[in-house]
């Protein structure tokens, strides 16, 4: 039995005891002292005992005479002391979670793959234990029940409301508390002892996270239980980002931080925040323009290096960070890595292949990023459930900057000089684009006036508002319908993994076909995925809807640059593609204010609609406003982009 605290886990075992008068039970209630396997096993003995008189004589001896044997001594006394019994018997641990160790699972897996067929195990656990129950599972033997089925919904949480005295409450005022609060037990039956006689009204919209009486709960029954280190961990992260591209687009986020408040606290969006994903997104796109202007005048290498020399002290700083202060320096950091490094190589290709191969190039480039976030995001989740949430996945962040660095200082050459060589044999054929346009002209074109710029830069910003989404929310969705960390490990994978795979695909395609209709299908099609998503309930509907998006945004995330290198002048299109950047990356803010404000005012799905028709309405645009621009510019010498030998 596995969910958050305050889902009534323990009651709900209590009244099994008290009602099921046929089985005998063991109940231990663990606390953190039962990480030695001695007490532990000293406490199981006892407790069984107390119901099989002829269990624990030979046992106690065995785990006393063997300490550092339980294994292969004590269990074995124990496992044969409870075969010789007969009936039903079911031992109960309760608050696992405070003495999970991986000596203590290892042992209570050879318990239950070695137990008699008389004797049930029960783990009650605010986290999956890292067990080996796969076999178990396989042949029926294992019952799970998590946060989904322990959540009320509005007919449970009729007959709660009506048992807790609380008469008169409308059906649309029960489901939006529960709404509110995620079907979460705890904060209902705190409503149910404040719930005024009259004017309920205030009372029901003013019941949010940020309600004193919730805070009072949150931090007496879950911050309060929890070891001092890992509060003051969760308060530094809880409106922040750790990781984000430059260092694999979030070497844990994708997976982990959206979860933190709702795995750890029992929260859902309403109360957790996506403050995280605001303070990505604005950090990483000025920095984009700055990257650009600075490439454009003293060399692509140079700026590339520099980013990584940036990021050397991030991962450091985060494992060791004592407050919030040093995380919020690390932060500051990754904006700047982000927006010197991520995107460098996209400019550096744009000037090598020239534009007949311009989209390939792009799908080629984003699809080696994009795959490495989908193999990042998965092995992060596994890391995070198996060694905890931190140091141990941010070694990768350690291991991506050495890796970084060293291409960059090394392997990487200037590109620079292809770019000159295609401007000298550029032929303009709007009078606009000329090459000698200011650095405010070029944000004013890229923004707002040249039509084809300004399309594709909402598109990106609609794009990233989608990727904020699946990043900050779908986590969080997922895991109020019971998936485990793991599970949504795996879905924060296959996105990224359908989108860096397609993208292989969608650049080349988008240089014969063209970028206009490539990028506006896939608006719709990532509009569908959505869709699903809101609509979904379990898992294998959610794998099919992130698949989805991700082939949606593998349409649509290289053509749009190749897009931009089409249109921009080759004088300014790096400086272009800092403002296209601009706009984009602060998709993730807007995104994330916009889901909050929805989400808050009304459900977490509700929410997702929203998102899934203004990306619908974004594809539209593009059709509309949007011209041709494969083909858009020409040049004097053919194999443009390439500097001729000698």
Known sequence: ?????????????????????????????LDPGDVEPVRLWTHVIAAIAQRESAVGGRSLEALRSNPDRVVDAALPVLIDELAEGAGDLVVILDDFHRAETSEINAQITVFLRYRPSRVQLVISTRSDPALGVARLRASGDLVEVRAASLRFDDAELSRFFDGSGVTGLSPLDQHRLAERTGGWPAPLRLAALLMPE????????????????????????????????????????????????????????????????????????LVSGLSFIVAFG???????????????RYGRKPVLVAGWLVAIPVPLLLIWAPSWGWVVFANVLLGVNQGLTWSTTVIMKID???????????????????????????????????????????????????????????????????????????????????????????????SVKERALSAASRAGLVNNLNDGLAWGVFPILFASRGLSITQIGVLAGIYPAMWGIG???????????????????????????????????????????????????????????????DVAHPAWRARSVGVYRLWRDSGFAVGALLVGIVADATTLVAAIWVVAAITAASGVVVAIRMFETLGHHASTTPGVGQVPAG
């Open 282 to 296: 604005p950090g990483q796109g000025h920095h984009q323009l700055l990257r650009r202007t600075l490439s454009d």
């Open 1 to 29: 039995m596995s969910a958050p605290a305050g889902f009534g886990k323990t009651t709900l075992l209590t009244e099994w005891v008290e009602t099921d008068a046929a089985t005998r039970f063991a109940w231990v209630t």
């Open 352 to 446: 090598l292949v020239g534009p007949a191969r311009r989209g390939r190039a792009m799908g080629f480039n984003e699809a080696a990023g994009y795959g490495a976030l989908a193999l990042t995001a998965m092995a992060t989740g596994y890391l995070a459930q198996t060694y905890g949430l931190r140091p141990t996945p941010f070694y990768l962040g350690i291991a991506f900057v050495a890796l970084g660095l060293g291409l960059s200082a090394f392997a990487v050459k200037e590109t620079r000089d292809h770019a000159r060589f295609e401007a000298a044999n550029h032929v303009n054929r709007h009078d606009h684009l000329h090459g000698g346009r200011t650095t405010r002209q070029i944000f004013w074109l890229t």
């Open 503 to 565: 993208q292989l695909l969608a650049g080349g395609l988008s240089d014969r076909l063209g970028r206009k209709w490539l990028i506006a299908v896939g608006m719709w099609v990532q509009a569908v995925g959505i869709a699903v998503v809101a609509l979904g309930t379990t898992f294998a509907v959610w794998a099919v809807a992130a698949a989805v998006i991700g082939a949606g945004t593998a349409m649509v995330y290289p053509t749009l640059l190749a897009a931009i290198g």
């Open 198 to 269: 009259k004017d309920r009204e205030p009372f029901i919209e003013s019941f949010t996270g940020g309600s004193r009486q919730v805070v009072d709960c949150l931090t007496r029954e879950v911050l309060d239980l929890l070891e001092p280190r890992t509060r003051d961990f969760l308060l530094q992260v809880s409106v922040l980002d750790w990781f984000n591209g430059a260092l694999c687009d979030a070497v844990q986020e994708r997976t982990v931080v959206a979860l933190l408040a709702d795995q750890v606290f029992g929260l859902t969006a």
